[in-house]
């Protein structure tokens, strides 16, 4: 059943959504699991469906929709079954490319925004850093002036989503080196062929095999002064914000990757043979399946609603984290019962839910870990 939310614009996102996953990602995502990233004419395409720009203002090529719409977008995306190909376009459209939209003046934005919507420009945010994980104010990134007219970058940056694919990179660095804690930081646009930034290597993963996910080095990397991004000092502020999309479309995923899980092992477990009959056969296998579909629907349901509350500008912080820990936890608890009611068939690659069980462990770490998410919640009671 649709949400409440939905209109008729959200339904024909959805089903176009549907057919890309259908027509255009499952025939090829096994390829892209070998080659360890997705190739850079399906983020164009995506542009071309109008995937990137859903959020962003008409004037420069986007459609001017809202956080349930973007929900909606990746929720369906995510049932293709291949986290590694779902994650590098989300963080392209919903977790690096908002910093400009959000924080960039018209310059940045004319230069820039156009060709992030059309999926000609990729991008990738690069704040985590190897030894800071969830403590973004611990970073280390350094950002000093040079005269007036630059900003020269020295640190390293971990775990960066679309971090070999990008063009443009939106950078948080420590440009007051007095000040304590979240203090001090500031956002900056760096674009690929920058003297001084190096990607340091390509990371092998456990699961988002066909996510492109780099190691960054920043060598006295000297940027323009133009490309500071928002205010000076005050980056730790639109990092937070961002946050907060990032984890309202990463939980929409984790649903629709559950979704996705309890319908592959429902028709297993209707053919599987055991036991003079079938697997569902059995009352424990049946109720587990629809333990974990009434766990999800209601995940579903807390989705929608912390988005349609972003949609009003409501201050939604609590239920975000919230949804955040909910789901991150939920899709992992779908695909380990998945996994055991596949029996050996889970164990091996050429399963799906072996796939989507090592993809799915993330969630619970990225953009905010669980423990973190629950503090927040902590915090506003």
């Known amino acids: 059943m649709d949400p409440i939310y939905f209109t008729d614009e959200h339904r024909m996102l959805r089903d176009t959504a549907a057919r890309f996953v259908r027509d255009e990602v499952v025939p090829e995502a096994d390829a892209w699991e070998e080659a360890g990233e997705v190739p850079r004419d399906k983020f164009r395409r995506m542009g071309e469906l109008g995937f990137f720009g859903i959020r962003y203002p008409e004037q420069y090529g986007g459609s001017g929709m809202n956080a349930i719409a973007s929900a909606a977008l990746w929720e369906e995306l995510a049932k293709c079954g291949y986290g590694g190909f779902t994650i590098g376009p989300m963080v392209h459209g919903e977790m690096a490319s908002p910093h400009l939209a959000r924080y960039g003046n018209d310059a940045q934005k004319e230069k820039y925004l156009p060709g992030v919507i059309a999926g000609e420009t990729v991008t990738a945010i690069a704040v985590t850093e190897p030894d800071g994980g969830s403590d973004v104010a611990a970073l280390r990134t350094r950002a000093r002036r040079k005269g007036n007219d630059a900003w020269v970058l020295n640190g390293a940056k971990m775990f960066i989503t679309n971090g070999a694919l990008a063009d443009v990179y939106f950078v948080a660095a420590r440009t007051d080196p007095d000040a304590k804690g979240s203090r001090g930081l500031s956002m900056f646009i760096v674009e690929k062929d920058t003297p001084g930034l190096r990607i340091a290597r390509k990371l092998d993963k456990h699961g988002w095999r066909s996510s492109d ?137 050429e399963s799906a839910i072996e796939r989507m069980s090592r993809d799915a462990r993330v969630i619970a770490i990225g953009a905010g870990a669980t423990e973190v998410m629950i503090e927040e919640v902590a915090k506003r009671m």
């Not at 995923?253 to 009959?277: C, H, N, P, Q, W």
């Not at 929608?304 to 949609?311: I, N, Q």
Request: charged share 25%.
């Open 213 to 349: 996910t780099a190691e960054l080095s920043f060598e006295d990397c000297e940027i323009p002064a133009e490309n500071l991004l928002g205010e000076e000092n005050k980056g730790f502020y639109a990092i937070m914000d961002n946050f907060q999309n990032e984890r309202l479309v990463g939980s929409a995923a984790a649903v629709g990757e559950s979704l996705k899980a309890i319908e592959i092992t429902t028709d297993y477990v209707k053919t599987r043979k055991a036991f003079g009959g079938t697997l569902w056969d059995k009352q424990v296998v049946r109720h587990k399946l629809a333990t974990l579909a009434m766990k999800v629907e209601a995940g579903r349901a807390l989705t929608y609603h912390t988005a349609w509350l972003d949609a009003q500008g409501a201050d939604c912080v609590k239920e975000v984290s919230a949804l955040k820990a909910y789901m991150g936890e939920l899709v992992n608890e779908v695909m380990y019962t998945c996994v055991q009611l596949h029996g050996g068939m889970g164990l091996m690659r």
